[in-house]
């Protein structure tokens, strides 16, 4: 089945150590996106690739970084984690056009725990 | 427009009951609105959406309705199921961004 798939589920680091988080893709989308989602809150959009075409919401801090090296995969980098970047991370895939006037096809996220 | 809660609100309802789940959106510009469903431990997952030309949208069970001149969005279940269980979010579209609402938990009593 086509899908979205995040690795690892769980992820512990160390304050101030850098982590990647992984995304990878079977839907062929064009446009893949990182949100941060706080226990309880909704999901919050930090950047998004439109193909190889970085986008980054104003308010992402610059400790949020993004790869995506092909269609398929995309990684979140943060540089220097600190408590408050504990969260779930969620990866989520649209078709290309339209803007952001497409449907989601959201990962089961990484819940990123900050010791 | 962007979303901060620490509480999410709370719909209880009775199995087979209709539920409706209502959304304040914020930005009059928004053109496009979609309705997302989260289950514990899961990543969201599209239930309907529906443009700023309509004012409903039928889908299985659901149907979403769209009043432009309140800024408001509500999203009706019918016959309400234990699967159902979940979060509930609604989400917008104003130019050039993505906004997720605060979302709603719906509890499904059997």
């Known amino acids: 089945d086509a899908m979205v798939i995040q690795n690892p589920r769980y992820q512990v680091t160390q304050f101030g150590k850098p982590v990647t988080l992984s995304c990878s893709q079977t839907?062929?989308?064009?446009?893949m996106y990182w949100y941060q989602q706080k226990s309880s809150q909704a999901p919050k959009l930090l950047f998004h690739y439109y193909d190889k075409d970085f986008n980054n919401e104003a308010d992402t801090p610059d400790n949020f970084q993004s790869r995506r090296p092909n269609t398929s995969f995309c990684f979140l980098d943060i540089r220097s984690p600190g408590l408050g970047d504990a969260a779930m991370y969620l990866c989520a895939t649209s078709r290309g056009g339209g803007g952001f006037r497409n449907e989601q096809f959201f990962g089961p996220g990484t819940r990123l725990t900050v010791l | 427009g962007e979303s901060v809660g620490l509480h999410l609100p709370t719909l209880s309802v009775q199995e087979g009951d209709n539920s409706i789940i209502n959304c304040a959106y914020s930005n009059s510009a928004s053109d496009y609105f979609i309705w997302y469903k989260q289950e514990s431990g899961k990543g969201p997952q599209f239930i309907i959406d529906i443009r700023s030309n309509m004012d409903k949208r039928q889908g299985q069970r659901v149907t979403v309705l769209l009043n432009k001149t309140v800024k408001h969005l509500s999203l009706q279940i019918a016959a309400t199921q234990p699967g159902d269980s979940a979060v509930y979010f609604c989400?917008?579209?104003?130019?050039?961004?993505?906004?997720f609402g605060s979302g709603t938990r719906l509890l499904v009593r059997p």
């Open positions: 989400a917008e579209t104003p130019p050039g961004g993505l906004i």
């Open positions: 839907l062929n989308h064009n446009v």
